[in-house]
């Protein structure tokens, strides 16, 4: 279960996080996915750990997806960049792909996601924030509810 709370400070959550698969269009022209099981034949990227593919492999059906192999990954931007340049498929946060998607940098092969935590903002206490951080978490709060 991922922390929601933290001690001495308050949080409130900003955005749920949904993961999905992500792969360059020049990867499915050379070598195309029809299927779930289908995204085994490329190079899986990893971010932090080998670990979440095989949950999005178990709610896609594949009960018996190897996952583990291909590189692992710092963070989203990385998994991002990699796959971008052809490296394989990666399996990254559905906000932060988006705009590579909007623009045909990437495409999502299968509408599935899993759900992978939240977004928090956190301070010590926001009654306490001046008048400009204020704006900033409550426009941020509003961006984030469209998003």
Partial sequence: LATTQWPRVESRPLVAVDIGPVIAPARLTENPVTTPRDLLRHPLL??????IWQQWFAAAGVTDA???????YGDCGLTLQAAMRNRGTALVDTLFS?????????????????PYGAYFIVTRRFDLLPEAETAFVTWLQARLATS
């Fill in 46 to 51: 990893h971010e932090d750990s080998r670990d």
């Fill in 66 to 72: 190897e996952t583990n192999h291909g590189p692992v």
């Fill in 98 to 114: 988006a705009e590579d998607i909007a623009a045909g940098r990437l495409v999502r092969p299968f509408a599935l996601t899993v």
